[in-house]
């Protein structure tokens, strides 16, 4: 939104929160349902599936705790909510539907955590919380989808947590573009920062390579 | 966003929260500071604080429970948090800073509850959950600013904790055009009703003749 | 504790929340792990199941909301918490474990909420706030076990949030007297109401005959 | 309580959290009208606050984060809740009464966070987890009163969200002998480690020792 940047930039927003010094990645709601235009994905979500298989080695192989989320809906309703309210047919993911499982590309090892929620956001009515505490957890990698939808509610209670929220841009899709793109810029804009994978990549090689001297 | 609407659509979004039996009125960041175009303000929210004199005396006339939120930092910046790091400015809206307080037009009035946040959502780290629940309020009527941060994440946090949020379109403001339509846009689909006052005010006047007669 | 009462008195402790208007009924754990004295059961806490198969008919047959609490921990063991570094047996509770399933004769019917939760409380990380303020609860009576760990952390966390917390006191169950007796000390004193479940009938059964007149 | 310990000892309770990597101290509503036994004191308050004044010495001297909590209510009890219902001369705990200030002996200063709170615990409603995520805080020493009420309750949801909590005992108070003792053997069997200051003073004496050896 170019018209929009400079009165943001006027009045002082869209600072960085900067990358900290113990790092998570977490990965909302890529699951099979969400990978389905039938069901509730679409526009560039394979590729921000596609481009995490290499973020989530990336983060794996750096040994970084990691965390993924799955809707996960009562298999008699019970837990039906206001969100399903404005989108019933999320009711159809439940803990075996298919619909509701992890894409394989990304499918979780031992000792990930897999989080099960009913609301946009990964913290709410969930553990995400003391599980990062534990951890020492600063800086949160978020990827998955939709940009305008779990990722959003997700980064602003991140933020709100205190923890650092990157979006790793490359990584994070959504069904429409202009959701995708107008969400970026608030996230930019008043709680998280926005960074492709090679810039995550670069950066943590680029320390590695200054530690190796 | 025109274009987007088919797809939404066509997987199921939309669907309305409808207005429940116990409203309550959410008045959110109207302070000097969002209404100063210097500070944070802009767009069209003097406009949207104009409509909402009105509908605070709508709500009363009715005895709604009313709460309105500021943001309030410490004076030595000692709760400086994640959000002050993307947007710094916000340190100066302390308990006593003329730009923290609420509009005089909209000064709340004693049994109303002032909100104390300093992040975006009226949820967060305050008590307004539990205000609201003992009045067994179940309709958040939300206006105030901005449409696409502090109402964006209130509206998100309300509909997570069972509420029924309802955006009064003409009382919501933001500094630029742009983030106000697509927050809304995102807002219909996925988490709250749309109404402008007119509507809000015809639905009990509706059910006040309906049960005059 | 009788010599405490006295201070307590004098200071204006010990008020009364009252029974309102909406009430629900939260059994918290009992699950066949604390059903066994061998795992984590004991003392009071078969007399306090066998009283709540009365008290969960007597809400049954009210139509109020049923919510019932499980701990349960993933099978890997990745999201063990600080609860478990105190109390590392409770990771047997698992989804399938025989251990971590409701007790047959308190068996959930559908449309029951069945809670996960991996700390004492029935709140955190959790939607049961949110499904008890989508049905408009006010009065949360509650039974289970332990009375001394997840009653009294549940009983804090249900007054915290704004609901009238009543602990029915011969369905709540304890492996060992002095803490049950300290805890139902601590509780009637500062976060909720005392009742046994006789109490509780005669209050609805006696509404019930004066809407009947 | 020397009887029930045999049974929480075969049932695997009171493990250990640990000291972690990264202290806090917490003091909880060490406040004028609590250090009063004519309005909520009493008991063994006056000599925890004399042991905290040497805790908080010795957590400055180490550059701790410190954080205070006070209970502090509207001038117009606009947020009076179900704990005030409990305990209705808790409203006198204003924003500038005399009795809702902490005690001169433990004034903050600057930068010290000073958490102003409406329910038992430090955290809810609260900003101090976004606070002690920030700094990396793993470990939380929790100095106040009483023991019964505001210390039980933010021992339990620091153990929630992730903390490893440590009550200092004594630096711990309560009105009344009988539920000071019943709520440290509650926190020891589950939730958090119990030592006296000397023994916390001696941990890190000693750990200095050996770095300067």
């Not at 235009?37 to 750096?62: S, Y």
């Not at 008699?76 to 999320?90: E, I, Q, W």
């Not at 990964?122 to 600063?138: C, E, H, M, N, Y």
């Amino acid at each position: 939104m170019p018209g929009e940047t400079e009165i943001y930039e006027a009045q002082g927003f869209g600072n960085s929160v900067g990358i900290g010094d113990a790092p998570a990645l977490l990965i909302v709601d890529f699951v099979n349902g969400f990978a389905d235009p039938e069901m509730f994905g679409g526009g560039n979500i394979p590729e921000a599936i596609a481009a995490t298989v290499a973020l989530l080695d990336f983060a794996r192989a750096r040994t970084w705790p990691v965390a993924m989320t799955r809707m996960v809906f009562a298999d008699d309703g019970s837990d039906a909510n206001m969100f399903t309210a404005k989108v019933p047919g999320l009711l159809a993911l439940t803990e075996t539907s298919i619909a509701g499982q992890i894409v394989p590309d990304l499918a979780p090892m031992p000792g990930e955590l897999v989080v099960r929620k009913r609301t946009p956001s990964a913290f709410f009515g969930t553990d995400l919380v003391p599980w990062l505490t534990a951890r020492r957890i600063d800086t949160l990698f978020i990827a998955g989808c939709t940009t305008s939808g779990c990722i959003r509610a997700s980064v602003l209670d991140a933020n709100a947590h205190g923890f650092r929220p990157i979006v790793v841009t490359d990584c994070a899709g959504d069904r429409a573009p202009g959701p995708h793109e107008a969400n970026l810029f608030d996230m930019g804009q008043k709680c998280a920062d926005l960074m492709p994978f090679a810039e995550v990549a670069a950066h943590y090689d680029s320390n590695a390579r200054a530690a190796a001297q």
